[in-house]
């Protein structure tokens, strides 16, 4: 069974630096792509990064809230993803999922979904 | 970035009521769509992708038409655990994997 777990959310300041952490299992973590995505209380869904596989050398992209002041990365010996954001603002605050990407005849979804980790940023 | 755009924003509607909600690309993304459902305090999951393709497991009373721009999804006949927060998103130009503003289907 997939099983996606993120830690290291809390409360953080203005300006400081987070960083979290994505727990893998039940499936081949190191051929996965795994996404970012992050939610605001009472607002949407925002994408925010996304890693690649070793197949596609781990490259990582950023969403333009994100770009310039993070950093994603991977330890596929240990099943692990990571998000690093420095920075912070006030409207970093949010839940924040893993998520690994699912294909079906080329059509790309999120299929399996961590529980989320909060995070709050204050001043 | 392709922007998606979707309606209304909530709803209100009773069980056994047929409900749809839409969403508009801001360029065209083919059959590129996929639909999630978010019940509070859960994390999203996965209805409809390639706009109409039911997700295994998902109850048929679930549907998604669409392409280009246009979308819709479709619930036949509303149930009880159906209201929740639903999400469509593009995967057609990526990333990023632009969501909707998401539509709230909550009881009248």
């Known amino acids: 069974e997939v099983e996606l777990v993120e830690s290291g959310g809390g409360v953080f300041q203005t300006g400081g630096t987070l960083r979290l952490s994505c727990s893998a299992a039940?499936?081949?973590?190191?051929?996965?792509?795994i996404h970012w995505v992050r939610q605001a209380s009472g607002k949407g869904l925002e994408w925010l990064a996304r890693?690649?596989?070793?197949?596609?050398?781990?490259?990582?992209t950023y969403s333009v809230s994100i770009n310039g002041r993070s950093t994603v990365s991977r330890d596929d010996s240990r099943n692990m993803a990571y998000l690093e954001i420095n920075s912070l603002k006030t409207e970093d605050s949010a839940v924040y999922y893993c998520?690994?990407?699912?294909?079906?005849?080329?059509?790309?979804?999120?299929?399996?979904w961590g529980l989320g980790t909060l995070v709050t940023v204050s001043s | 970035d392709i922007q998606m755009t979707q309606s209304p924003s909530s709803l209100s509607a009773s069980v056994g009521e047929r409900v749809t909600i839409t969403c508009r690309a801001s360029q065209a993304i083919d059959s590129y769509l996929n639909w999630y459902q978010q019940k509070p305090g859960k994390a999203p999951k996965v209805l409809i992708f390639?706009?109409?393709r039911l997700q295994s497991g998902v109850p048929s009373r679930f549907s998604g038409n669409g392409s280009g721009t246009e979308f819709s999804f479709t619930i036949s006949s509303l149930q009880p655990d159906d209201f929740a927060t639903y999400y469509c998103q593009q995967s057609f130009i990526t990333p990023p994997l632009t969501f909707g503003g998401g539509t709230t289907v909550d009881i009248k």
């Open positions: 039940g499936f081949t973590f190191s051929a996965s792509a």
């Open positions: 390639a706009a109409s």
């Open positions: 890693i690649r596989d070793r197949g596609h050398s781990h490259a990582p």
């Open positions: 998520t690994r990407g699912s294909s079906k005849d080329g059509y790309n979804f999120f299929g399996y």
